[in-house]
């Protein structure tokens, strides 16, 4: 199973990431520095390297804004993700990177928002469609989600009302606040 985490490439704007900071500002939360934004698709069906790379770089990237890190995981899309810690998350086998400029600066926290088991994810269907049109014939499944970088000095409390109140929709999504 590989984990794909699309992320803007260093000289970019990440849009998405600064229209959190601009609400986590409007509801009151000082502290938070700069929110950084990236889509996560979790691919599970015994694909290779290469081609969870070509999936990433051909589909589900800009080539020109975005960049992506490939992840592989020994779990499965079936099994419950986001229930470990982001420590966990790290301990991949293998990693692939193809920017390394793009990692985030030091002192961040991580929210990483799912879509709970069970719950219809309308983007993953599409991917896994458009994974068949590149020529991948193999049976995959997907899982979307999306993970936001937050820089700046905040408690584990206040990470959480971040992840309630502007993030997650707690009745369909589940995340993590690390």
Known sequence: MFEIEIRTKKGFKNSHGEHVLSDISGIGIEGITEVEYSSLYVIDGGITSIEAGTIALELLSDKITETYICRYEERSVGESLKTESYADIDGSKTATCAD???????????????????????????????????????????????????YGKVSQTVLNYIATKLLANTLVQEYVAQ
């Open 100 to 150: 390394s400029a793009i990692c985030p600066h030091s002192a961040f926290f991580v929210i990483e928002v799912w879509y709970k088991k069970g719950v219809t994810d309308t983007v993953s269907e599409s991917v896994i469609k458009a994974v068949k049109d590149l020529g991948i014939e193999k049976e995959i499944k997907v899982k979307t989600g999306h993970k936001y970088y937050l």
